[in-house]
């Protein structure tokens, strides 16, 4: 069972991961392309199109084509058009030379949902991976400062993690965002800024627990540094249970972005997100579902996969499961 924890979230994290690094390769259509937004809206999932190149520099996309004599003849939008071959540019002896696939179907402006649920999963991810390192440098440093650093500082810093720990998580990420307004290096930093004090305090709990050891008594006796003891010995033997919870951590924030983008706090259209694409959706939710229901299934699939990474990583590292 700790394998297969362990293995599915490395599997679904890593091909998420990997689909979206991949999105200049996988993605066929330009995420913020609009052709023809009258024929292209609210296309369901596989939907193919044929595109008509104009003279003129516009496009059509008809639902079909045939090839004549003089030009082209095409059904879009329920009514046949026929045009010359001097008008359209991509003309073939079979039809044209271009086609849009809508693989996930298409929104309201004909934008291609699977193009932007690729290069928006770009964009949740490493928010959600940035500010979870952000938080565990932030943790880290301020749960050492607090162990290490005597009775008084320890007092003023835990203090302030409970000030912090005092605020409802989800009103204070509201208010952050609503003040700043943030693009998406803000999003990263308003998401860290709201998330390091789990990390501090256990931190300051793993070292307290460490510090008297045997073994760093005499990393001591034989003469090491405060630093060189800290680096060498405290902070890799407290380091496993600090990185399991920034696994759980980067699921947390992966679906705090999402629910800032969803409601419009967070990074802002056009740019694509999870979040602010299934919110796209939420209008038409009843007769175009795809919109909302594939952005929300990938939130889903990726807290789930780092939920089950850090699930492993606990089970596989903690001794005490063995």
Do not use: C
């Not at 369901?44 to 003129?56: I, N, S």
């Not at 003023?156 to 693009?183: C, G, H």
């Not at 699921?251 to 706090?265: D, V, W, Y």
Request: glycine share 10%; proline share 6%.
């Amino acid at each position: 069972m700790r394998s297969r924890s362990l293995l599915w979230g490395g599997v679904l994290a890593g091909l998420l991961a990997l689909v979206s690094a991949a999105a200049p390769w996988l993605a066929q259509n330009d995420p913020d392309e609009q052709l023809d937004p009258a024929a292209a809206s609210y296309r369901p999932p596989g939907t193919r199109l044929e595109a008509v190149r104009l003279a003129d520099g516009t496009w059509r996309l008809a639902d079909r084509i045939e090839r004549t004599p003089d030009g082209l003849r095409i059904e879009r939008l329920g009514r046949t058009e026929v045009l010359p071959a001097g008008r359209v540019l991509n003309l073939t002896p079979d039809g044209v030379a271009d086609h849009r696939f809508y693989l996930l179907g298409s929104d309201k402006f004909g934008r291609d949902l699977w193009a932007r649920m690729l290069w928006g999963g770009r964009i949740s991810l490493a928010a959600g991976l940035l500010a979870a390192v952000l938080s565990l440098v932030l943790g880290v440093a301020i749960g050492s400062a607090a162990a290490l650093g005597g009775r008084r500082i320890d007092t003023v810093l835990m203090r302030i993690v409970d000030a912090f720990l005092s605020l409802p998580y989800i009103p204070l990420l509201v208010t952050l965002s609503a003040l700043f307004r943030p693009d998406t290096v803000a999003l990263v930093f308003i998401l860290a800024a709201s998330a390091w004090m789990t990390i501090s305090r256990l931190v300051r709990a793993e070292l307290l627990s460490l510090k008297e050891r045997e073994f760093i008594l005499a990393a001591h006796a034989i003469g090491l540094g405060p630093f060189a003891v800290f680096w060498r010995h405290l902070l890799p033997n407290a380091f496993t249970p600090v990185l399991i919870q920034s696994m759980l951590l980067v699921g947390q924030l992966i679906l705090a972005e999402s629910g800032l983008s969803f409601l419009g706090m967070g990074v802002q259209p056009p740019t694509a997100t999870w979040g602010n694409l299934a919110a796209e959706g939420r209008e038409s939710i009843s007769w175009a579902w795809w919109l909302a229901t594939f952005p929300g299934a990938a939130i889903s699939i990726a807290v789930i996969a780092f939920n089950l990474l850090g699930d492993g990583l606990r089970d596989a590292l903690d001794p005490r499961t063995r």
